[in-house]
Each structure stands twice: as C-alpha cells, then as structure tokens.
DNA sequence: CATGAAATGACAACCGATTGCCAAAAACTG
DNA sequence: CAGTTTTTGGCAATCGGTTGTCATTTCATG
C-alpha cells in the first residue's frame, strides 16, 4: 500500500508528486489546473483524480511569484475598531471569497503615511486595493492608483473608481427634518479635517441651509470617536444651537453620554442627528435619528469595481462610479426646538 | 544617461538591480540586507544606499517561496461584525505589525467547516495561526496545530498554547452579584453548543450555584448576535426567573430590547448580567452590568505566544496558556429582585 | 493512403529571493 | 615570510508554480 501511494510524505504535494503520479510532465499538470481546455479531457480527469485524492493544494506564493497574480485584495480601513468599517469589511470580503480572492486586512490607524507605506507593501503581495475614506492627498492617491488597480469608498478624486456613499443628500434631509422641528439653531459637527466625506457633507449642508435661509455653523474638527463627543457636545451647547447633525454616529453617541452627564436632555433641549447607523445606533439611549445607508452593499461594489478592472474581459463595462443611496432614519434622539424664553 | 542609470524601468527594483548597480553578486545583496554580518561592512554600506536610491522593497513572495517563511499569520474569527473581535483584532494587529508580520485576517462564519478550509489554505501562506472561539473538535484542531504554529483564543485545548480569558470565575461574581441583590431564580443564556466558552462557563456557574444553594436553570442554546436576544428574553420570561446571565453581550443587549418592547422593566422586574463588555455595553437603555476583560491584551498575548513558537531563540520560556483577568462591572441592568407577590 | 490542420504534451526558461558550498582574499600566527 | 585561520563574496541550486516554444500525436479531409 505504502509502495503504490507515493504520498504519504509529510510535506505538502506539489505538482511535481501528481505529476509523478500520472506519469506526465509538471507542466501538463499546470496546464490542466488552470487552462482545462489545452488539456485532453481524459488526461485532466487523471490529474484531477489525482489531485483530489493527494489533497492537493497550490502553492499561492509560488503562483503569485510565476504569474503576478496574487490572488489577494488588499482592503485599508483607517480604524478596525470604528464599527462603520464592520459592514464594510464584511461586504469585500463575502465578495472577494466569491471570487476567490483573499483579503489583506489593514487598519492604517488615521495616518497618512501608514496608508502610503502600506500601499507601497502591497504593491507586491495584491493585485488591487480597494481603500475606504482614504487620509492621503489627491495627488498621492493618483500616483498610487498608477501602480496598481484601485477602488476608493468615500472618496472621490478624478480618474479613481469610486464608490460614494450620498451623505450629502441625507444631509440635506436631515436638515428639512430638524426645520420642520423649528428648529433655527443648528450645528455642524465636522470630522477630521482630511476627511473628504466631511468636507463634502458641510459643503451640501451649508448650500442647503443658504437656500433654506436658516443658520447652520460649524464646528470642529473632531476625530471619529466616541470619546470626542464630549468635546463636541460641550462646545454645541456652548454655542447655543438646539440641533446638531454630527459627522458619525460615534461622534454622536458621544455627545449623547456627555448630554447626559450634563444634565442636558435630548431631544428635549437639544437634537442630535448622525451618521451612518452603526451597531448601537438602535439601542442608545435615546436611538439615534441617523443617515443610513446600506454599507455592506458599498463593500460589495467596491470589490466588484475592483475586480471588473483586474479582469477586463468578464464584459460589462466598467463603471468608474457608484453611488450609494442614504436615507434618514428617524429615531428618539430628535425633537421639537425648545420653546425660545 | 540611460547606460549609466540601470533604473528607470516601470518595474520594481530587485536584489538584481542593486547587484548590477553596485557590481556584486545578487546573493552577497541577499546576504548584506538580510545577515548583515556576513558580508563586509563598506560593501554592505553601498549595497543599503544602492537599495535605498532605488527605493528598493523586497519581494515578500519571493522571500516567502525561497524560504519557507512568509511573515504572515493568520488570524481566525467566527465573526468580524461581533464587536467583542474588534478590541482581539487589533490588539494581535499591533503586535504583528511591530514584529514586521502581516495580519491575516479571516472570518469564518461561525462555521467549523470554514474554519478548517481557511487553515487548509492558510499552511501555505503564513507561519502561524490565532483561533479565536474555534469551533472545530479538539481532535481536529490537534491536527491542525501538528501541522502549523498555532495559539488559540478562548479554547483549551491540551497540548496546544492558548489564551483563555478567565469568563468561568467571573461568572461567579456574577453569581454572588445577583444572589447579594435577592435573586434565587437565576437563568444562564447558553450561546452556541459548540462554544466551549459557554461549556465552560456554565459548569463554573453551576458548580458555584450548588455551593451557594441556589438554582440556575440554563436555557438555549443561542446564536451569539443581538437577533437571539428576543427569544432569550421571551425564554427567560416563561421560565419564571428574576435574573439573567447571558453568554454575550450581544444576546444582553438584545434581550433589553425585546424586555422594553414587551413591557418588562430591567432592572426592575428582571436583572441581566452580560459578557465581554463590548462596545455598546456602556450606552445601551439601561447600561449593561458585564463581565469585563482586556481583549485587545489577549490579542497581544496571543500573538507574543506565537511569535514565541516561531522563533524559539530569542529567550524566555515558551508559556503555554495564559489565562486574562475578568471582573464584573456592575452598571444598570441588574437590581434587587422584584418581591414576590 | 497521403496530407494538412488541430490538438496535445514535454521541455526549459523564468519569477525573486535564500542558502549551501567553495574559492579568493585578508588577517593573523609563529 | 611561510603557513594557517578567518573573513568575505560568488556560483548555482532551489522553492513551486507559469508559460512560450516546439515536437508529436490525432483526426478529418481530399
């Protein structure tokens, strides 16, 4: 038995032992796992048989280092624990598993320049990178989307498929529910100053209060975490709006502990809207009134986008832009404008 | 300028590169970035200016296939969008990467069949593996870890390093928690049979329920998501208890909602103890009395361990298990036991 | 049955590093 | 200064596949 089955080793087959097997050359092996038609189909079925029953596995690193393929997308968040990057991630990588691809998870901690050295690593080990709301600059984004395949999510830059999520235009929703509240005192509570999706949400945000003619100021930055809601909040209340509408539920779930702890009731006193809809924006307290959008989806897209690039001939042509519907949920956490005194 | 300046090709640059540039073989470039000793140090000194003009970046494929080592690890969770990985994610992501590893990160969908499909896959392309919550059987993880360097997270396995996070004695200061507050009818919110966390902890807190003469009855078992959590709640109601110890906090935190919804007063008319104090455990209505750990520490540990087993040289006794500490953080989902009527 | 086209399989170079082995050079010894 | 030890650098094989090239086989056709 141990004579007939040249196995039995403990290192891991190659082509080499089915190849050895079936009595053909490495090479036809190759071929047949790859490209099934140059290959006599009975010969294929040997292999495959013999494949199957070695338990073969291929080798990614020797397939990345002989083709340039990889096999492998790399996925850059700037923080793991942010939970609008859950569903995100989720969604690449349901999508990359269906396609075969592996995912390089990579928390780039906020900082430029782990996001640029980063990238420069993956250049060997990914075929693509699908990057969500990048922290690096216009320019520095394109140079690296000319070495290799790219998707931006929440970040728009000329020549770089992206998928966008419409905060933009929930913004403005979320402002006709707080006027419809009467509310007339409202604030802006920004996100990092590198951050495009704050910079295009004020931008929608204060168009749209000009053609409302109601005030909305802004302030901030603050960095995307809950602990920077206390800041947030104390400067809200500071400035003397009944209304905020906070650049992410994090940040707004912040001000609703630091609220509390104040004393402050919301909404009675004070609204607060966010963004996203993350894990716990339901069940706060009160719920958050918040912008969602289906972020699982967005992730899915981007790895399509991705793909769609890497492999151009699998037709349709490709879309260099998709955007994402957002829509406001209405929760506990706005109400009517305190009666002026 | 072109025959002077080998560069300039679109191509990254290669070990070649630096050879041809400074007139040495392309193993003596091998040996001066990677033993440094080996090869003289004013050679050495212009093969690093030579790589660091051409901004060279190693090929870490390559390296991989050449030397068997890949400088990767993987690391394996039933589900990325449980909250309670988040803290475990990044705490093995920061040590990996201040030991120049890679994180691979996987999902296994709560699925034992994934679980040893990813592992297969794994043994190729990284070094070593962290196995948070497996669900395989102890057989077949001893199989996996004879073939590959692995550490598992919340799974004791003999003969195989792990970090246990020490939930079993916390339950039972859960336990005299409850017991100090009135309770005597006391459920415990199994999660998954093949969890052996919650095997685990149910023993303890049945074996301390014993000595302290009260009953805990148990119930479920249940999926460890927030969706679980109405049927525990409305399990929990039928059988009549004041109290709750769930698994999770997931599972807490979805049983506070459908309490509320039904019209069940926490703390009043019934007490919930939850597990792990995930993100959401602080803010949620009414903030959740939990058993909380340092998770991102477990992570490290974790990884430290394995790191430990890939380079056995560098000092220090290998441990084999290491057990975090976890205290009860009472907050305000557990109070007095309702008085009987 | 001869002929050409199509199908198939083998060989070998190659991807980019690592590493064992050996030779040349340098430094040291007496 | 000869003899020896140590240091240093280069050659070439190797990891496990992919892929271009070419020889051979197979088959249908005239």
Sequence with gaps: MATTQPAAVDRPPTIHDIAALCGVAASTVSR?????????????????????????????????????????????????????????????????????????????????????????????????????????????????????????????????????????????????????????????????????????????????????????????????KTQSGAAAADAAVHSGVTACIAFNDLIAIGMLQRLRERGIRVPEDMSIVGCDDIFGADFCNPPLTTMASPIEQAGRVAVSMLLAQLNPLAGGGTRSRSVMPTHLTVRGSTGPAPAPH
């Design 32 to 224: 047949a796992l790859s490209s099934p038609d140059r290959v006599n189909i009975r010969t294929r079925q040997r292999i495959e048989a013999a494949a199957a029953q070695l338990h073969y596995i291929p080798n990614s690193q020797a397939k990345a280092l002989s083709s340039g393929r990889t096999g492998a997308v790399g996925v850059l968040v700037p923080d793991i624990t942010n939970p609008f990057y859950f569903d995100l991630i989720r969604g690449t990588q349901l999508q990359l598993k269906a396609a075969g691809y592996t995912q390089l998870l990579v928390d780039t901690e906020e900082s430029d320049e782990v996001e640029a050295s980063t990238m420069e690593q993956l250049r060997k080990s990914a075929d693509g990178i699908v990057v969500a709301a990048s922290r690096l600059s216009d320019e520095a984004l394109l140079a690296a989307a000319a070495k290799m395949p790219m998707v931006t999510v929440n970040r728009d830059v000329p020549g770089i498929p992206a998928v966008l999520i419409d905060t933009p235009s929930a913004t403005s929703q979320a402002l006709d529910h707080l006027i419809s509240l009467r509310h007339t005192r409202i604030a802006y509570i920004a996100g990092p100053a590198t951050s495009q999706s704050s910079t295009r949400r004020w931008a929608a945000l204060s168009e749209a209060a000009e053609e409302r003619g109601v005030e909305v100021r802004r302030l901030g930055p603050f960095a995307p």
